[in-house]
């Protein structure tokens, strides 16, 4: 089971999420290669005619580059792209090495006499940028005639955005959601090669869940079944849970799948009936293991119908409000986990259960409520039905 507490907020116990895009930028200028907007590259010193005027000729230098894969500023670049850096001349096999920033682990090797390659063996990052830094220089690459680039450069190219459907792929091999992937090809898959989609397919794990969840699930396309999985794993992890699969999160999935990262703990869910007398069953692995009668929100406050995700948690609070005849409430409920807004399931007392009564959340006798919480961590789906 997942259990996490949510960071104090001081609002109306209302939930946020964030979305953020990181973008990659590409300019490079060095002395020995000129490269412009259009990616291609010029090698300096070459005659440039104007209008008007004779063409202008300076000796090219004896070491430039003459070619760059992937091409400046080049984007949608595949996560488990090599790249190859091609020489005028042959190079000394003892030349230092390009780097890259952020580094990424993998092989720079001379491929042949005037060509450096750096092989992966780990995915670039999802929608990151991605520098090459190629060393110039009296103490930069060297040719066999000992002639250096006149300085050093860089290289800038981004890499293309993550997959959805290759994250839902992860999160399902993981434990994260209540679906198995099943590759087609069961072999370990390379480290360079894990953010990139797998052929195989999905299928339900628990077939008693399967009619309360199936409706909500496309592979390849967002949904709450994915975005419940997202905040799990993130919480899991120590990230902001807003359920949406960014650069953290992808570094963070790529590292768990490969080093085989799995979740722990049980697939919560939790199905609450609004049908006289009003009940909720928790399901864990599948399984009911806890059925109660609770309270929905009265008519002037209703418990919205449709699924969400929990989002907040607390052992205990002092819930405040406004009653809808205008008058204010200050009231201690237990084991407290946020859905939606300020809508949560917890423990409260009433003289009975099993009708509406409360301003919009689930409430449980206290004691159920003790046992239900360690099973409704961050990202747990709850559905309220009419």
Not at 86 to 115: I, Y
Not at 165 to 177: E, T
Not at 320 to 345: C, E, K, M
């Amino acid at each position: 089971m997942r259990t996490s507490y949510g960071k104090k907020r001081s609002r109306g116990h209302k939930g946020a999420s964030s979305l953020f895009i990181i973008a990659g930028i590409a300019v490079v200028a060095a002395a020995a290669v000129i490269i412009g907007s259009s990616g291609k590259i010029n090698l300096a010193g070459a005659s440039n005619k104007g209008s008007g005027n004779p063409a202008k000729s300076t000796r090219l230098p004896a070491l430039s580059i003459t070619n760059l894969s992937p091409t400046p500023g080049a984007s949608n670049v595949a996560p488990n792209a090599g790249i190859t850096i091609t020489f005028s001349e042959p190079l000394q096999t003892n030349s230092p090495m390009p780097s890259l920033s952020p580094a990424v682990s993998g092989q720079w090797s001379q491929t042949s006499p005037n060509v450096l390659t750096f092989q992966p063996s780990a995915s670039f990052l999802p929608s990151s940028s991605e520098t090459v830094n190629i060393p110039g220089g009296p103490n930069g690459i060297t040719s066999t005639n000992k002639e250096t680039l006149p300085a050093s450069s860089s290289v800038v190219f981004n890499i293309a955005p993550g997959s959805l459907l290759r994250a839902q792929q992860i999160l399902a091999q993981l434990g994260y959601l209540p679906l198995a992937f099943n590759p087609t090809n069961p072999a370990p898959v390379a480290p360079q090669n894990e953010a990139i989609v797998q052929p195989g397919s999905f299928s339900w794990k628990w077939p008693s869940m399967q009619q309360y969840l199936q409706s909500m699930w496309t592979p390849g396309q967002t949904n709450l079944v994915t975005k419940g999985a997202v905040m799990a794993f993130e919480d899991q992890h120590n990230l902001t849970t807003d359920g949406i699969v960014g650069p953290q999160v992808w570094q963070a999935l790529l590292t768990a799948v490969v080093k085989g990262q799995a979740d722990p703990k049980p697939y919560d869910y939790v199905y609450v009936s609004k049908q006289l007398p009003e009940t909720m069953d928790l399901y864990s692995n599948g399984q009911v293991i806890i059925t109660t009668p609770i309270n929905t929100g009265i008519p002037q406050s209703p418990t919205p119908n449709g699924t969400f995700a929990v989002y907040l948690r607390y052992p205990f609070q002092i819930m405040r409000g406004t009653n809808p005849n205008g008058t204010h409430y200050a009231d201690p409920v237990h084991w407290i986990s946020y859905f939606y807004q300020s809508d949560a399931l917890h423990g409260f007392y009433r003289a009975s259960y099993g009708w509406p009564q409360s301003l919009g959340c689930v409430e449980q006798p206290i004691p159920t409520a003790q046992k239900v919480y360690p099973y409704t961590p961050i990202g747990t789906l709850v559905t309220i039905a009419p």
